[in-house]
């Protein structure tokens, strides 16, 4: 609202005359009026600044100003008196010149002006309104609320005093305000079509379609084509808002169909259509259609240019969800620095975002660094919307959340296991604080002890805000292999329920694990004794595995073929088999029958039995008959073996694990080789990048007296360790290429020839170039002992793993 309409006469209307005044001034002064009024206002203008500069006169001045004003010369009309003061001018032209001000953006100026004329005439109704007006302008809320209460106080709720209460609600966002006000202003001045319009966009943005759609009935002719569009537009907008308020999709669903219903009219004005095209990417990003939403923006930005805020976080929202986090975090730092004020948000704070970015592009350092900033900004409660009590700051709690998580991530999940336990001590009933330890607890591999702890989230969440936790013993289930019934559960939750990033993450754990997989491993030694399969061979394994059902069971297919060199002799071999891996939860059962060729052209059958007692406890046996572990001298000589072993496993958790087998190989000259070993594996060192790997093993055989040209020592002894440095290079999200040196030494004993040290140095890389594809290759450099010789060797070995995702 401007003040200009309802004082740039007031001058022109004539004071009563002064005493002070001469006849012959006041004369001149009516004559230029007279002349303004005929349409020659410029030289009415003209001669009334050289009459005032000869006479002074207020009543000149006056007249002066609301010329000016009228003209549109408001500069000027500020300038009119040059050096005079609020003070020096009269009633009328406070008014006028406070208007004037407050039009070019002087605004303090303006208040100057309306400040001087509340105190000269308290009942002078546009001081209080001028003052309120200004006072919103400036942002101050409470200034501006008390001038509008002695304003109605003396003058009650006339128009102009609805209309700076509108003005005021609109400036503080208090839309319920904004609305009664303009409410009140439709049923006095039901022709106001400006009015009309503007309540209708208020019931639009608060959802009340209903209100909305009987407003545009009664109204039917203050509503254009082009008016109805926009209103569309506003409707498809309020939907939008209220999906993010209250986490129903539907709603984004009708504002995304809304939307495209206004750009694809054909009466859609151009500037329209843009808004809707912006607001369009918000819509596809909040319902999850990242690849739609990533698109749209790109296309919009070669269009228009630099898109607005608003939509560079929604687009960075959908390169986050499309694995690009360099690019979003890029988004997220500049949307930071043109508006800090949203890095700590409390419905969507981007410091939460950006400290995401961060950690999937493994750059875990810049992350905790920005934590830590936030983490000093944030109290644990804040005051209410009200300002009169505290309540609990969600941004707190999310603090919390990736402080642990973070912690785990760089490699400490023992530290950040201590830091949850002491938020729960402190708040022992907190499901949030139960859900991250139940994310936890699958980080580390512990899947029936994160079931316990959603459950434990879930009975502290009313029925209708489980999903999370619910979720996440679903996922907990399928880590475990607790297939049957979940998958189901599982499907019938995509079906239903609403784009989540808790059930967007459900879904990819569930379509990763049950991904078929082709996987391929070679290894090529030099050795004469006790080598890969001795006498200088090769040797690789290919497997086919199908997707898994429902049940989690599946077929499979493999080929191993091996090659070696004896005296001079190329020998090769081949195994072919079938099969059937079943989920019998908590135990799995694997059946393959097949055949051998080449050396070995005999029937096989393989199978292999597991049980998991708990996340640490587990046992496995296997029966292979005619097994591909017969060594290549044996198969010449005509011999076959069957082998057998039984071992248990213990996992500590996700850096030390360990186990003991035994295993009897059984071959048909009479043979019967038994082994024991047992073998612990351990994570020393693990920080970001960086991991130092140990392991240790003690194994040994007996083996019957029988002529075999095949390496078969009486009993032997052999024991080993071994450091593994490896450095991960991030390339994107959940790619990377890791650099492993590897140095190990040991000892080996052999009856009749007594022991002697063993050592190897090995360096691989493995490219992890996506989420289905891992390659890997490496070299090393051996000491065996081979019946009391030295033998040094060189060995390589290479994979591959692509999962059908």
């Known amino acids: 609202m401007t003040l200009g309409t309802l004082v740039c006469l007031s001058g022109l209307l004539g004071a009563p005359a002064a005493l002070a005044q001469s006849g012959s001034t006041d004369a001149q002064r009516e004559a230029w009026v007279v002349k303004a009024r005929q349409g020659e206002r410029d030289a009415a203008i003209d001669g009334l600044k050289a ?76 001081g209080w309104l001028g003052l309120a007006l200004t006072n ?101 907008v309020a939907s939008l808002r209220l999906a993010d308020s209250t986490g129903d999709l539907s709603h984004a669903e009708q504002g ?50 630099p898109l607005p805020n608003y939509v560079q976080e929604a687009r960075a929202d959908a390169l986050s969800g499309l694995g690009r986090p360099g690019e979003a975090r890029r988004l997220y730092q500049s949307l930071v620095a043109s508006n ?7 419905d969507h704070p981007l410091y939460e975002s950006l400290i995401y970015a961060y950690a999937d592009a493994q750059q875990y350092g810049r ?20 300002g009169t009590r505290r309540i609990d700051n969600p941004n707190f709690e999310k603090v919390r959340y990736l402080e642990v998580m973070l912690t785990a991530w760089r490699g400490d999940e023992d530290g950040a296991e201590a830091q949850l336990d002491d938020y729960l001590a402190e708040a022992p009933g907190s499901a949030s ?44 289930r399928l880590d475990r292999g607790q297939w049957r019934d979940t998958v189901a559960a599982i499907k019938q939750e995509v079906a239903t329920r609403p784009p989540s990033v808790a059930l967007e993450g459900l879904e990819r754990d569930w379509r990763e694990q049950r991904a078929g997989k082709l996987s391929i491993q070679a290894e090529r030694g030099d050795t004469q004794g006790n080598g890969v399969q001795s006498s200088r061979d090769w040797r690789y394994e290919t497997r086919l595995d199908a997707p898994r059902n429902d049940a989690g069971s599946r077929f499979f297919a493999q080929r191993i073929g091996i090659y070696g060199k004896y005296n001079g002799d190329n020998l090769y071999a081949a195994y072919d088999a079938a099969g059937y891996e079943f989920n019998l939860y908590p135990a799995t059962l694997s059946l393959a029958v097949g055949r051998g060729a080449q050396l070995n052209e005999d029937w096989l059958a393989w199978g292999s039995f597991s049980y998991a007692f708990s996340d640490f406890w587990s046992i496995n046996a296997s029966a292979e008959l005619n097994t591909a572990q017969t060594p290549l001298r044996a198969l010449n000589d005509d011999v076959r073996a069957d082998r057998y072993s039984l071992g248990a496993r213990y996992r500590r958790d996700e850096k030390g694990e360990g186990g003991l087998g035994l295993a009897l190989t059984d071959f048909d000259d009479g043979n019967l080789r038994r082994e024991v070993f047992a073998y612990w594996d351990e994570d020393l060192i693990h920080h970001d990048a960086w991991r130092l790997n140990g392991q240790l093993f003690v194994g040994g055989s007996q083996n019957d007296t029988v002529e075999a040209s095949y390496y078969n020592p009486a009993s032997d002894i052999s024991t080993s360790g071994q450091l593994a440095l490896s450095y991960r290079l991030p390339l994107g999200y959940r790619k990377g290429f890791t650099q492993t040196l590897t140095l190990g030494g040991g000892n080996y004993w052999e009856e009749n020839y007594g022991s002697d ?27 065996a002992v081979y019946d009391g010789d030295p033998e040094y060797g060189n060995f390589i070995t290479a994979g591959i793993e692509w999962r059908f995702l």
């Open 433 to 476: 604080l139960w859900r991250i330890k139940g994310d936890l607890y699958r980080w580390r591999g512990w899947p029936r002890q994160a079931e316990q702890a959603y459950r434990e989230a879930a009975d502290r969440r009313p029925p209708d805000s489980r999903q999370a936790a619910d979720y996440g013993i679903l996922g907990a």
């Open 136 to 236: 919103t302008d400036l942002g101050n809320v409470e200034s501006a609320g008390w001038a509008l209460a002695r304003y109605e106080e003396a003058f009650g709720r006339t128009d102009e005093y609805l209309e700076a209460r509108a003005y005021l609600a609109a400036r503080t966002d208090n839309t319920l305000g904004e609305l009664q006000a303009r409410q009140r202003l439709v049923e006095r001045q039901p022709e106001n079509d400006q009015e009309v319009k503007a309540l209708y966009r208020l019931a639009v943005t608060l959802g009340a379609s209903a209100a909305a759609q009987r407003m545009m009935s009664e109204h039917p002719d203050v509503f254009t084509e082009a008016d109805r569009l926009w209103l569309r537009y506003y409707d498809a």
């Open 51 to 126: 009459l005032y500069a000869r006479t002074g006169d207020q009543r000149v001045l006056d007249d002066l100003i609301a010329l000016l004003v009228r003209a549109g010369r408001l500069e000027e009309a500020l300038n009119a008196c040059g050096p005079c003061r609020a003070e020096d001018y009269s009633e009328t032209s406070l008014v006028t010149l406070g208007g004037a001000a407050r039009q070019l953006g002087r605004t303090e100026r303006a208040q100057g002006f309306f400040q001087e004329l509340t105190l000269r005439d308290p009942n002078n109704p546009q």
């Open 757 to 783: 040290a063993t050592w190897q140095i090995g360096y691989a890389h493995q490219w992890s170039l996506e989420p289905d594809l891992i390659v890997s290759y490496g070299v090393s450099r051996q000491k």
């Open 340 to 346: 800090p004020g949203k890095a700590r948000d409390v």
């Open 367 to 386: 992350a905790n660094d920005l934590l830590e900033r936030w983490k000093a900004e944030e109290p644990a409660t804040r005051w209410d919307f009200t």
């Open 256 to 305: 995304l169909a809304g939307l495209n219903a206004v750009i694809a009219d054909e009466r859609s004005a151009p500037g329209l259509v843009q808004r809707a095209e912006y607001d369009k990417v918000v819509a596809l990003a909040t319902l999850r259609r990242f690849r739609d939403a990533e698109a749209l923006a790109a296309t919009l930005e070669t269009r228009y240019g």
